[in-house]
């Protein structure tokens, strides 16, 4: 059983100390390699990973096609002028080919699970000649999975998959005893800045967590252009996570006064601490009305944009 750090118990300096100590004493004289999203999670434990290891660690940022817009430039350029250099790996191509025709969550899930750490990942480690993985698993990951509530991409040890054996490398999760709100602690304490440990939650399957049925590269794009509109809409509202999902079936609407079959987008905002439980913001009707209209109009063939007000639980915080 995992040992929760509670944000409040957290001494960040202490927890550094610690940390860097045992990612030294595990990687010895070797190299390690770990993946940057831009993440509160991976931010953080790749400026960890930097502490502890410079140069030893080699910093990747794998672009899926599954990110937001600009998110590479964007996540690579806060990095350098952190003195962290982050190569951008173009996997692309694998990622959309692991997923075609593929419409179940929990096959979706593990369908970019074994692209990223098996194909993208083993190939990765194999040309670097690092042999650890460090990476940002967090406990409510951890729980969520084990709960069966839904496979989270990075958990494998608690389900017993041992990664030495499946991929041929070892994982470390230094970040493990902490929720997101210690995570954001700790980033801060590390010199992150607040663009990046104050950033809303992103999920590990990125945008193919947000499009409920197969996730081509027509329906990603199609939630990424709702999401950028979504971060824009909602930014100042000071929730814990907001976002866009597309939804699968076509719905009726009307267009220039006849019937046009389009598109359902779902719009979720959530008042939260740890992801644990939250509970839907109570955004002004005006304001989502403007939300609709404007994902109308940047979005081809929506027709439908529906707001939703069911808690976690029931509800999850990602629809996929």
Known sequence: MIEEITAQALDPESFIAEKVAEIRSTVGDGWAINALSGGVDSSTVTMLGHRALGDRLKTVFVENGLMRAGEAEQVTGFFRALGVPVQIVDARDEFFAALKGVTDPEAKREAITQTFYRQVFGRL???????????????????????????????FEQLGIDPQEAFGYKILEPLIQLRKDGVRKLGEALGLPGELFQRIPFPGPALAARVIGEATPERIEKVRQATQVVEAKLAGWGAFQYLA???EDRVTGIRDGRRDFGHQIEVRCWDSVDARTATPTRVPFDVLEQLAQEIIAAVPGVVSVTYNIACKPPSTIEAV
């Open 125 to 155: 480690v194999r040309e670097s000649g690092a042999k650890h993985l460090l990476q940002g698993t967090i406990l409510t990951d951890v729980d969520e999975t084990v709960a069966g509530i839904k496979r989270q991409h990075n958990v």
């Open 245 to 247: 999902i597309l939804h």
